[in-house]
């Protein structure tokens, strides 16, 4: 499995449930080794192999089965074997046999899992707290046990609002663990409250304000620049009037500082009023 454990970790970052088939046992001429897996997220997307291709799809089926089971499903482990009646039947032609044990993995109820990963992929995470986008919430209790894992440096913080777990969560991080605003229009209060940079699509604009908003927080210095806060929030609530990046793009060209605002389907460029609306709020930013 450690030839997949850098993107499995990934996909813990980004808080995905997954599904790991795990080679556990072989006889014959058996394709992979014990040890070789196969991983499938919520999306069908797939890393990895258990067979070099002979039971792939139905492995693949088999993950899928034990992820629509939910977050309780049971682990599975399943043989593929070889006999002159049903060769073909079961897949595996090579004249060798297979055991695969198959569990979910929720990265939310599985700290031990992620540190695992952690401990085998050397690459930096910062975990992607968008619920609205993965369907899994983390409190703030789950977020401090994912920074104490060896190679989580912070978080990208966007839960579409502030709330109890927000201000708990800025309210006591540990150290070294950067809490980094996700949700643009939220941006300002979540720096007020703590948090220590933005993954910012609006900051394509007025950048400079952002930047210097962001470290005047950082020093404890955010309530004189309470002004700068709602008009640059105001500025993202406009640029997100409609499906972005339309508007961010329309108005970066208007700025010239990009040679096209086109957009592909299905997204459709915005409206005039939209455009003309958020080049005015960009021109009200100090």
């Known amino acids: 499995m450690l030839d997949i454990a850098d993107e499995l970790y990934r996909w813990c970052g980004l808080g995905r449930p997954f ?27 797939a890393i990895g192999s258990v067979s070099g291709g002979c039971v792939e799809g139905a492995v693949y089926e088999l993950c899928q089965e034990v992820l629509a089971a939910g977050p309780d499903a049971a682990a599975v482990l399943q043989h593929f074997g070889y006999s002159d009646e049903d060769a073909f039947a079961v897949g ?53 046990e994912l920074a104490a894992l060896p190679g989580v440096t912070g978080v990208k913080y966007a839960t579409g609002g502030i709330d109890a777990e927000t201000v708990d969560l800025l309210g006591d991080h540990p150290d070294g663990f950067e809490i980094l605003a ?36 950082a020093k404890g210095d955010a309530k004189g620049d309470t002004a700068l806060g709602h008009r640059l929030a105001a500025l993202a609530a406009a640029l997100f009037r409609a499906p972005n990046p339309t508007v961010i793009k329309a108005v970066l060209h208007a700025e010239g500082r990009i040679p096209t605002p086109d957009v592909r389907l ?18 009200l930013v100090p």
């Open 19 to 45: 599904a790991v088939a795990t080679v556990v046992a072989t006889g014959g001429s058996a394709p992979r080794q014990p040890g070789a897996a196969l991983a499938v997220d919520g999306g069908g997307d």
């Open 92 to 144: 595996l032609t090579c004249g060798g046999e297979i055991d695969i044990f198959v569990q979910r993995i929720d990265p939310a109820v599985r700290p031990e899992v992620v540190a695992a990963l952690a401990a085998a992929g050397p690459v930096p995470l910062i975990v992607y707290h968008v619920p609205y986008r993965t369907g899994q919430p983390l409190t703030a209790r789950t977020l401090r």
């Open 182 to 217: 996700g949700d643009d229009i939220f941006a300002p209060a979540l720096f007020a409250l703590g948090a220590t940079g933005g993954i910012l699509a609006s900051a394509h604009l007025a950048t400079a304000r952002w930047a210097e908003l962001a470290e005047a927080a």
């Open 266 to 283: 299905p997204l459709l460029p915005p409206t005039p009023a939209t455009v003309d609306d958020a080049l005015t709020r960009l021109r």
